[in-house]
């Protein structure tokens, strides 16, 4: 069980330092990481107010939370009480998570009361970013299963291995790339992990074959995978709700050598930043040593930075859990990706990323 009580007590303490009388989270429509990160609610809808000295839940199951909020009651009616809290303790500041479904509710608040908005969704994200050990133990194993996903893909794909024996490492009746759709590649992944005790739902997952893998970011298909055709894979599980993110690209099949000189490069750099991510070592530092691996290969102009994309970024129970790694310097209770790449415009993409935690 995490510590609530203790997590509560954190937050109330700084909502003076962000000068908020109060500060309303909700999981209206889904999972939520800050309303679970506080009170441990999974099931929506959901609502959390909290002030200086005062703690509430609104839940399917009030009597659940008896022993950590001051007061629980049941959703029905949330909003009526809601206003009558923030008029009771006078409230003339409230904090709201700007990034996700408690705007709304803030907003909804707000109507019948002249109170002011504070976005603190930053703040909130930043209170997360340091994990327990138990936080770090339920990361560890999300990234261990993640990894069963793709049993028989890792090692260069397919290559020089028969159907039978990728299936036999896979637990699949048939197995390869070719003429099997992106679809099919991604539901092979989700029975993995769910044999497994997880999903593959810390994001859709993405396969991606081909030109489309030069798009960093774009969504599974029902696009036929063709032999000779780079394969990149972008997939991670959620275990305890915190979630693991990684990529592979595969060759599948002979490739021609600007794609052999680009993975190269990549999986170069991607060993550099590995061996220097250690507490203490700033997030830019990691950036520069990744994108000098890069330029000496002479490919710079399409690194994942040409792109616009960031080196890496916190991990957590969102799986962009607080932003690129930045400027930050790495400490003991993080977790974060690495993910240098190379994409070229219609040809392919190339991306190795893990998870990194960085333990006690």
């Not at 441990?40 to 107010?49: D, M």
């Not at 055709?229 to 990684?246: A, K, M, Q, T």
């Not at 002979?254 to 990549?266: I, P, R």
Request: net charge positive; glycine share 12%; with cysteine.
């Amino acid at each position: 069980m995490f510590d609530f009580a203790k997590r509560i007590g954190k937050l109330q303490r700084s909502l003076r330092k962000w000068g908020c009388d109060a500060l309303i989270l909700s999981a209206l429509e889904g999972f939520d990481a800050n309303c679970f990160y506080y009170s441990g609610e999974e099931t929506f809808p959901a609502l959390l107010v909290l002030t200086r000295a005062s703690s509430t839940i609104f839940s399917l199951e009030p009597e659940a939370h008896e022993n950590v909020f001051g007061s629980s009651l049941p959703i029905k009616g949330a909003r009526e009480k809601i206003s009558e809290i923030l008029k009771k303790e006078k409230v003339k500041r409230l904090g709201v998570d700007d990034v996700s479904h408690s705007a709304g509710a803030a907003l909804r608040a707000r109507k019948k009361l002249k109170t002011e908005l504070v976005p603190v969704g930053a703040e909130l994200s930043r209170l997360r970013l340091l994990k327990d050990g138990r936080e770090l133990a339920c990361i560890r194993k999300s990234c261990s299963i993640a990894l069963k996903c793709v049993a028989g893909f890792e090692g260069g794909g397919f290559a020089g291995k028969t159907e039978h024996e990728v299936a036999g490492e896979m637990g699949l009746e048939k197995a390869g790339f070719a003429g099997r759709t992106e679809h099919e590649i991604a539901g092979w992944m989700e029975l993995r992990a769910r044999k497994n005790g997880a999903a593959l739902d810390a994001f859709p997952p993405m396969v991606l074959s081909g030109g489309r893998s030069a798009f960093f970011h774009n969504a599974t298909s029902s696009k036929k995978i063709s032999s000779r055709e780079p394969v990149l894979i972008d997939w991670g599980c959620r275990v305890g709700n915190y979630c693991s993110d990684y990529t592979r690209t595969y060759a599948n099949g002979t490739l021609d050598q600007q794609f052999l000189d680009a993975f190269e490069a990549v999986e170069e750099s991607f060993k550099a930043v590995m061996k220097a991510a250690k507490p203490g070592v700033g997030g830019e530092k990691l950036e520069k040593i990744a994108l000098d691996v890069i330029k000496q290969h002479g490919f710079e102009k399409y690194s994942h930075a040409a792109t616009g994309l960031s080196l890496g970024h916190f991990v957590g129970l969102d799986v962009h859990d607080g932003g690129s790694l930045g400027k930050e310097k790495l400490r003991r209770g993080m977790a974060f990706t690495i993910e240098p790449g190379i994409y070229i415009p219609k040809k392919f993409g190339i991306r190795i990323e893990n998870t990194v935690v960085l333990g006690y």
